[in-house]
Every structure is written in C-alpha cells, then in structure tokens.
C-alpha cells in the first residue's frame, strides 16, 4: 500500500460534540482535513470512524502517520 499524503505536520484541534460520528481521513487528499470528503476512493485507503463520547477538544492526526488513528501520538514530530 502506499504512504498516505502528509495534510500537515501537526495535529488539528477540533471540537466535538458527544454522541456525533466524524470520518477521519486517512488517505490526507481531503480537501475537508482532517475529515473525509471521499477523496479516498482511488486509493487503498479508507476513513477511520470517530464516535464522540463527550463534548471536547480531540486532536486528530494531521500527518496520518499516527499508530492511534485517528488521534495524533506525535509521530509528525519524528517525519523528515
């Protein structure tokens, strides 16, 4: 499988509401980062479902090379 595209080389913080579902990109060709807008589909990838469970800041990896997608483990800190 291929790398998937650096969006960029830091998380996004982004409010979530409780009980809501987000789609992660993981491909990172999504032109709606750090969430899916089916970019996906001419790749190998597919997007990591979210479910809220409390209304909170969650940082989402926006280098998508997280081992805990799709929340950032600061893996963009060791990318060249």
């Known amino acids: 499988m291929a790398e998937p595209v650096v969006a ?6 982004v409010e979530v509401e409780a009980g809501k579902t987000y789609w992660w ?18 790749t190998g990838f597919t997007p990591v ?3 809220a469970e409390a209304s909170r800041t969650v940082w989402f990896c926006g280098c998508k090379h997280t081992n805990k997608a799709p929340l950032c483990d600061g893996t963009h800190n060791s990318l060249a």
């Open 25 to 42: 990109c993981a491909c990172g060709q999504s032109k709606r980062q750090p969430f899916c807008d089916g970019s996906h589909k001419t």
């Open 8 to 13: 960029q080389k830091s998380p996004y913080g």
């Open 49 to 51: 479902e979210y479910k």
